[in-house]
């Protein structure tokens, strides 16, 4: 099984038909894609009724992957919670996903470390006990700091992960030194996760571009040898009999959608029981 999707579905113009409300985004991106990332979670956990109301608007085969909140992997400030205690976080994030849990439309958490969380044992020790509190979900994770890839730590970074049962989180990015990671297409579990954000090594640094980083740092679009390089890793996973996942992360100039097409066209996928489409918007090959 190969399913590809994208982060968010409200930022994808073309994917949305000229009469669709806001409210209705994510039933026309389900007509296209079988997954989607959810970023919203990672600067509000969403509430309850919003979760049980994206799990009765899809499919019954469509899943979601949901972003970890901010104060659980460190980005976020303790004076800047809005929860009186780290346990307050995790209990409410966990009951608001219970219920994508129990319909079986949780693909995975995904938990996406900032740039100066390191390869030290205290922050090992801290993903093991995130993984014993989240028990009920299945974890992916997603580095930005080189040294958990580095020759000292690689192997022990994998094999960590095999023993936990957490998703090593693939990642194509721009090489900016020690905050970012090599691509490392290695499995740690029977499922695979690939996130592309993009190459662009300018706007990923945010150089002079403070106040407008969201324009820049995802600003990049795949072209088709880069994508046929993905391809054939993809299908040698699929081989394996791995699940994978493919999001697109290069959103800033609104390239996701048509890179994930474009790869969905080269793999040679197509996608069975997604929600009916008002009009087929993507005509023709891509």
Not at 41 to 59: D, M, N, Q, R
Not at 101 to 113: E, I, P, R, S, W
Request: glycine letters at 4%.
């Amino acid at each position: 099984m190969i399913r590809i999707g994208l982060t968010g579905f409200t930022d994808h113009p073309i994917l949305a038909s000229a009469t669709t409300k806001a409210s209705a985004k994510l039933f026309d991106y389900s007509g296209h894609f079988p997954i989607v990332e959810i970023d919203s979670s990672f600067y509000a956990i969403p509430k309850l009724a919003t979760i049980e109301k994206w799990v009765a608007e899809t499919p019954s085969n469509f899943r979601f992957i949901v972003k970890a909140h901010q104060a659980m992997t460190g980005h976020q400030r303790r004076e800047d919670w809005t929860f009186s205690s780290i346990e307050e976080i995790y209990q409410t994030f966990e009951d608001c996903l219970m219920p994508m849990h129990q319909a079986g439309k949780l693909y995975a958490v995904l938990v996406q470390f900032p740039p100066w969380y390191d390869a030290m044992p205290k922050n090992m020790a801290y993903i093991r006990k995130m993984n014993q509190r989240l028990t009920h979900f299945q974890l992916a994770v997603e580095f930005r700091n080189q040294t958990w890839f580095d020759p000292q730590h690689r192997e022990a970074t994998l094999n960590f992960l095999r023993e936990e049962k957490i998703i090593n989180v693939i990642c194509d990015e721009p090489q900016a030194g020690v905050g970012s990671i090599p691509f490392v297409p290695e499995a740690t579990t029977d499922r695979v996760m690939f996130r592309f954000h993009g190459r662009n090594l300018h706007g990923w640094r945010n150089v002079g571009n403070a106040e407008h980083w969201r324009k820049v740092r995802f600003l990049y679009n795949y072209n088709d040898d880069e994508l046929t390089t993905f391809m054939h890793v993809i299908k040698e996973f699929e081989a394996q009999g791995k699940d994978v996942v493919v999001t697109f992360n290069n959103n800033s100039a609104h390239d996701a959608a048509p890179n994930a097409k474009r790869l969905q066209h080269l793999l040679n996928i197509s996608y069975e029981g997604l929600a009916p489409r008002q009009l087929d918007i993507f005509g023709g090959e891509w």
